[in-house]
């Protein structure tokens, strides 16, 4: 699969109107590449657009951004090296989220740690490639407990239904991708949703609601996805994250502009103070604990 079967990031997005909080964190982003010196993994279900570092931070600078989790993406594998480095070059303003194999050893995560790495994550949505195998998942939540890390859980909404017990069975707090990828187009009371709702009454789980661009079925500006948002934040105002997703992975139609989705702020989290829990408070909280 080739880098020309996805759109690019979006080139110039707008300047937001809604203005950020002091400490605002994008909580889910991405680095890809540069792919000369840091090779996406042959495996790879797919082929992304270099994404480097410094557009990223450009990015965030832009949108009024001071603070930002990477997520480590399916097309890097589990060499965490191009989000490590990103981290590394933030001075301490990012933190980080890694995939990792079922064998990791103990001074492996010592080390990811020691790089800002604060949790791991598992994939079960389809365009990806095979699901995460549920042992392994296991294994690695059993070996990253103790460093009081958390699991980031990406899933097509018809797995839910499944997933669901497995993640209770789970002893670590775990943290759901893009609003469980609903289909804004069911409407609320959807089953998929409710299953969501539901899961989020334990307080171990936390959810982004980002993906408002990949929940939508009206495309730009994606309000069809609002509701779902605000009522999460609403329901778990301490439990929610917010995200660009940048550089916009797999996306084939409606390349979000960035500084649309920020300003799809003010309708998902209108209160201010909900939009300091979600984008303030709440990272800093699971990121940053020693701040909290």
Known sequence: MTAQTYLSYHPSPKKPDVALPAGACDAHCHVFGPAARFP????????????????LF??????????????????????????????????????????????????EIVELERGG??????????????DADLDAVRSVVEKIGPFGWHAVVHFDADRLETLAPVLRSLPVTMVIDHMGRVDAGRGLDQPAFKMLLNLLEDERFWVKVSGCERISREGPPFCDAVPFARMLVERFPDRVLWGTDWPHPNIRRHMPDDGQLVDLLAEIAPEAGHLKKLLVDNPTRLYWPEEA
């Open 117 to 130: 790495i604060r949790g791991v994550r598992f994939n079960f949505v389809s365009h990806l490639g095979r």
């Open 58 to 107: 450009a990015l965030h600078r832009h949108l009024g951004f001071e603070r930002a989790v990477i997520v480590q993406a399916s097309c890097h594998g589990t060499d965490n090296a191009a989000t490590l480095d990103a981290i590394a070059a933030s001075g301490g303003r990012y933190g980080g989220i890694a995939m990792v194999s079922a064998d990791i050893a103990e001074s």
């Open 40 to 55: 996406f993994a042959p495996e790879r279900t797919y082929t992304p657009v270099d994404a480097p570092k410094e557009k």
